[in-house]
Structure formats: C-alpha cells, structure tokens
C-alpha cells in the first residue's frame, strides 16, 4: 500500500484564481518531494534534497513574483505586506540552503515541516485575503484583467 503524501491537497487551499491554485499545488509537491528525500538517509538522498531545495527556492521565487504581478496589476491595497511576507520567507529558504551547503545545523525534516507550514498558513489567511479582493472586484464589475 502507497504510503500517504506529507501533504495533500484539498479544496480548502483554493484560493479561486486558477493561476495561483496550480502554484500553490506545485509548491506543495515540492514539498512533498523534500519530505520524501528527508526520510531517506543515504547519500542519493542527500542529492536529491539538494536537487529538489534547488528547484523549490527557484519555484517559490517565480511564484512571489507571479503573485506580486497580479496584486500589483489589482491594486491590492495590501501589496506591499504580501511582498515582505514573500521576502523574509526567501530569506528564510536561503538562510537554511546556506546552512545545508556549508554544513551547518540543518534539519531537513524540520525544514520541510517549517515550509509546509508556513506555505499552508500563507495560503489560508494573505493568500485567501487578497483572493476575497479580487473577487469582491470582479462581482463590482470593476475587474476583468483574467486572472
């Protein structure tokens, strides 16, 4: 029997912008995917963690950026909050990649529960925020931007 994901998707991470919910369900593959090479103990384990942290931090900046586009593009009032939650997050990731490279304390299982949490709390209080914003707009009449 496959054993369960360390997360799983479920419609309560829906924001309703389809763009941002593909995003969201990818970060939380590559979470998964981080937690799975944690429980391994080897070496191939240890490279694919660096492989998959690589892409993660490439994967959440890319999404930062998408999202902060659309808050920008709506006018969200609470951009620029959105924008340093984001940035001290990056700096977060960095802050414990660098520790995994130079062999510092670093502890991938609480890394990835750390990443599952914050991505998870993120979603269901700023995320949701600024979702309720654009689709308060877009019954006003007052959006169609496709988003």
Known sequence: MAEEAFIVWDERYIIGIPVVDEQHKALLDLTNELYEACRKGDEAAREQFKDTIRRTVDYVKFHFSNEEKILERVKYPK????????????????????????????????FVRFLRDWILEHIAVSDREYADYIHRLKKEGALNLGV
């Open 79 to 110: 951009a620029g909050e959105q924008k340093q939650q984001h940035e001290c997050f990056v700096r977060k990731i960095l802050e414990e990649v660098h520790n995994f490279q130079t062999g510092k304390t670093f502890v991938p299982n609480q």
